[in-house]
């Protein structure tokens, strides 16, 4: 047993050498150099299990070039059945890390033809007051005025269950919304009268 402990103490120097020179890269906090000097062999240990292990786990995470080609082969394959935007943009930034730039670019330029530039998707499924605003105004300055008018309608008929608080923070749209809903009617009801005189 002392033989044993013996050996340990021998090996400590060369823990408390292991330790040190990883203290002088790495820098971290003071107090390690005296847990290392102090604790002999025992608080190299100690400083090794927590400062060099942790960094050299996170080495290994630098390492997974191989699992990132695996990623981008699956990426392929799922683009190929479901060429969406949203795949394109993920394969896209996988192609850029591994430094393949043109097929990167072609991945990015398919994710954006693949968006639509209509606003129903973006606008429709938002809750904000805000949001349906804008689409309101949107589509009156389109002059899709059955479309305004269903977005405005719909904000103002929340006003009746919102928080006192949040009527007086989204006042703004919804008197925005109440606009467009007037605008609305009198554009439609320009628009036949115009076409009963015609």
């Not at 996988?94 to 730039?101: F, I, K, P």
């Not at 300055?141 to 719909?154: I, L």
């Amino acid at each position: 047993m002392h033989g044993w402990l013996g050996h340990f103490f021998g090996y400590g120097v060369i823990l408390q050498i292991i330790a040190i020179v990883h203290f002088i890269r790495r820098r971290p906090d003071g107090f390690w150099i005296w847990v290392i000097f102090l604790g002999g062999g025992f608080g190299a240990i100690i400083y090794l299990v927590a400062e060099a292990l942790p960094a050299f786990a996170s080495m290994q995470h630098s390492m997974h070039g191989f699992s990132r080609r695996s990623r981008i082969r699956l990426l392929e394959a799922t683009v190929f059945e479901n060429p969406s935007a949203g795949n394109l943009e993920e394969l896209g930034e996988l192609l850029v890390d591994e430094r393949q730039w043109a097929r990167a670019r072609q991945c990015f330029d398919r994710a954006l033809a693949v968006r639509t530039d209509s606003i129903d998707p973006f606008y429709k499924k938002s809750t904000s007051s805000e949001s349906l605003c804008a689409a309101a105004q949107f589509y009156f300055g389109q002059q899709r005025f059955a479309e305004a008018h269903e977005v405005a309608t719909r904000l103002l008929a929340r006003r009746a269950t919102m928080p006192a608080f949040q009527r007086r923070r989204d006042r703004v749209w919804l008197r925005g919304a109440a606009a467009v809903v007037r605008q609305t009617k009198n554009a439609e009801a320009g628009m036949t009268v115009g076409s009963g005189s015609v």
